[in-house]
């Protein structure tokens, strides 16, 4: 028993702290199919998923259609655009998942600062 209330007492310590944000840079290929308003769309919804969770977006940078290095999905090049973003450590995971499930986004990374 003694063991379970020191658990619960760090619990609830780590609970009340305030969610640190980390430093992120995120690259996404966005599919070269997708038209230029769906494309600052796709872009839009991943700046909303970044917000939803708690996270801050510092700052855009869209790098242009470029070619790929291989084929991915069939495709040969695809639009290039990295932010910054500030999520906290424990959220990571659910970003990513929302950037798999879009199928606008042919590949990502997420690099810690």
């Keep these: 028993m003694p063991k379970l209330k020191k658990t619960i007492k760090k619990v609830a310590k780590v609970e009340t702290q305030p969610i640190e944000l980390r430093g992120y840079d ?7 199919k997708v038209k230029s308003e769906k494309r600052l769309e796709v872009i839009e919804g991943i700046k909303k998923v970044i917000e939803k969770l708690g996270g801050k977006l510092n700052k855009t940078n869209e790098m242009g259609l470029r070619d790929l290095a291989y084929t991915i999905a069939g495709e040969q090049s695809g639009w290039y655009a990295g932010l910054e ?21 042919l590949r990502h990374l997420l690099i810690k600062k």
């Design 26 to 32: 995120v690259v996404v290929i966005v599919s070269s």
């Design 85 to 105: 973003v500030g999520l906290s450590p424990l959220i990571c995971a659910k970003f990513e998942e929302s950037l798999k499930q879009n199928k606008n986004i």
